[in-house]
């Protein structure tokens, strides 16, 4: 959770306090690593690039439905989710929706890495594809 928190808030204190929290455990996920399957989950999305997505629509929008089904049917532990309607353009406090608006008035997915974002999308298939794709360093 602190993971996440910290990607969806921008602050480090929370990735830093996750950390410090793993590093307790490393030994004990060393010897008993079978019994410690939720930790290594952890462990995992700390040492990966979890994507950052935005979906801006409102939830009765059938097109925000269609990218949020893409969004769901298919299991990927490491990554953080925001959402917001369309409608709202008050400050939410939260950087991965800073900026994000509907694009020509349709339902909008923004993938991003890194705070990185690929070119915001309306297509489900373009959302799929950004979900999959991997970056390079």
Same mark, same amino acid.
């Given at each position: 959770?602190?993971?996440? *928190?910290?990607? &969806? ?10 950390? %410090? %929290? ?7 996920? #060393?010897? !008993?690593?079978?019994? *410690?399957?939720?930790?290594?989950? $952890? ?16 939830? #009765? ?8 089904? $893409? +969004? ?7 990554? $953080? ?6 409608? %709202?353009?008050?400050? !939410?406090?939260?950087? &991965? +929706? ?7 008035? #349709? ?5 991003? #890495? ?11 298939? $373009? ?11």
């Amino acid at each position: 959770a602190m993971l996440r *928190l910290s990607l &969806l808030t921008g602050n480090d204190v929370y990735r830093k306090s996750a950390s %410090t %929290t793993l590093r307790s455990m490393n030994k004990i996920m #060393e010897t !008993h690593p079978t019994a *410690l399957t939720y930790w290594l989950g $952890v462990l995992d999305f700390y040492l990966s690039t979890p994507k950052e997505i935005a979906i801006i629509g409102s939830q #009765e929008d059938p097109a925000t439905n269609a990218l949020l089904q $893409v +969004l769901f049917q298919r299991f990927q532990p490491n990554r $953080v989710i925001a959402g917001s309607r369309a409608d %709202t353009n008050s400050d !939410h406090g939260i950087p &991965l +929706l800073e900026s994000r608006t509907m694009l020509n008035g #349709e339902p909008t997915a923004y993938v991003c #890495e890194n705070r990185i974002c690929d070119l915001p999308t309306t297509d489900p298939s $373009v959302f799929a594809a950004q979900l999959l794709a991997t970056r390079t360093p």
